[in-house]
């Protein structure tokens, strides 16, 4: 057994954002779908937000990937001090 005792905060950075930016692609893939499914109508009476659907593509994964990669940062930094005083990550490496 082998401890991870570092995670590189700018490496969790690039992972956790572009993890982030996929998760919010699927999610802005499907929220356009239902807003699609809806009655015109609908999409009407909810005003500027009605049409929102059709860019929920292109804003979710934007959104998600820099939340998720400020959080992914923040939790490596956490996971640094925390390691330094419990020794880090037991983990199997072949």
Not at 6 to 21: C, Q, T
Not at 33 to 55: D, K, Y
Not at 82 to 88: D, H, K
Request: aromatic share 12%.
């Amino acid at each position: 057994m082998r401890r991870l005792k570092r995670i590189d905060p700018m490496s969790a950075f690039k992972l956790g954002g572009a993890l982030y930016a996929l998760m919010g692609f699927l999610f802005g893939a499907i929220f356009s779908l239902i807003s699609l499914a809806m009655p015109s109508a609908a999409r009407e009476e909810m005003g500027p937000f009605g049409s929102f659907g059709a860019i929920a593509v292109i804003v979710f994964p934007i959104l998600y990937g820099l939340i998720g990669a400020i959080f992914s940062v923040i939790a490596a930094l956490l996971y640094n001090l925390v390691a330094r005083f419990v020794g880090g990550l037991a983990v199997e490496v072949e």
